[in-house]
């Protein structure tokens, strides 16, 4: 999750606008259904998958592959926002919902770490070194290509007409 | 493809987007009680869902849970409370930032202590089977 970045006072010259602000976003309903929403969907993404692609080995593909794909495009999204500008109540709109919700709700972290636990409880060390560790780098890597994607999509117009 | 009722998949839908509610809440709980950028909230959060789903495994191992309460607590819900795209994000925001020490932390250490909280979890689980 990106930070909620302190709101500018100069920005808000509405008053009960800059108080409905004083609010924090995560008690406030409006941002917390967002979330709930878009987790909805990403939970369903992620169990549709799971139904379609039944694990006959002993690594889950599956969940390695949701959680990739996921971690690319949380890099895309993110990014994309921070460089279309500051963030307004639209782009906190998109991030809860797409980022925070869908992308956070598709993705998992604990099935990672039971699916490991389990290899190594199973006597398969090396299994799980390699599930783990490779879900973890190769991660890493598809948030950083996502970020990479975004920032060469949202480059300057002249750059890309000379490029 | 395995079989599972609408009705089922809906409350594992469902399910997810309360534990994507309950993460959003309690990262934002975190961060306004923390000082300092470090991704303390995911971390807390991803530790605690493995050492829940790992609890859960355990206990549907040992016959002590329903398919359907794992299907429903642990994808739905615990899937939904814990996320990798988020960890993923925060540690290479760290990196970007050269802030290696951190970022490992936030990477191989969040992996190393989920793991350990899964482990002891199902551990626990199979206590009573």
Known sequence: ?163 | MSEISPLLFLAVALAGGLGAACRFVLDGLVRSRTSGDYPLGTMIINVTGSLLLGLLTGLGLAHLASDELVLVLGTGLLGGYTTFSTASMETVRLLQAGRYAASLLAGLGMLAASVAAAGLGLWLGGLGG
Not at chain 1, 8 to 28: E, I, K, N
Not at chain 1, 52 to 59: D, E, H, I, K, R
Not at chain 1, 73 to 98: M, Q
Request: overall charge positive; some cysteine; proline content about 4%.
């Open chain 1, 1 to 163: 999750m990106t930070h909620d970045r302190p709101v500018d006072p100069d920005l808000d010259t509405d008053a009960t606008d800059a108080a409905a602000r004083a609010v924090p976003q995560h008690l406030r309903w409006s941002s917390v259904a967002l979330v709930a929403v878009g987790g909805t969907l990403g939970a369903a993404l992620r169990e549709l998958l799971v139904i379609a692609f039944p694990v006959t080995g002993s690594l889950d593909v599956v969940i390695f592959c949701i959680n990739l794909s996921g971690a690319l495009a949380l890099g895309v999204l993110l990014e994309s926002l921070v460089r279309s500008g500051p963030e307004d109540d639209r782009r906190r709109h998109l991030r809860l919902l797409l980022g925070t919700g869908v992308l956070g709700g598709y993705t998992t972290y604990s099935t990672l770490a039971t699916q490991t636990a389990r290899l190594v409880s199973d006597g398969q060390a090396g299994l799980a070194v390699l599930y783990s560790l490779g879900t973890l780098l190769l991660g890493a890597l598809a948030t950083w290509t996502g970020i990479a994607l975004a920032s060469w999509l949202r480059r300057p117009r002249r750059s890309r007409r000379s490029a």
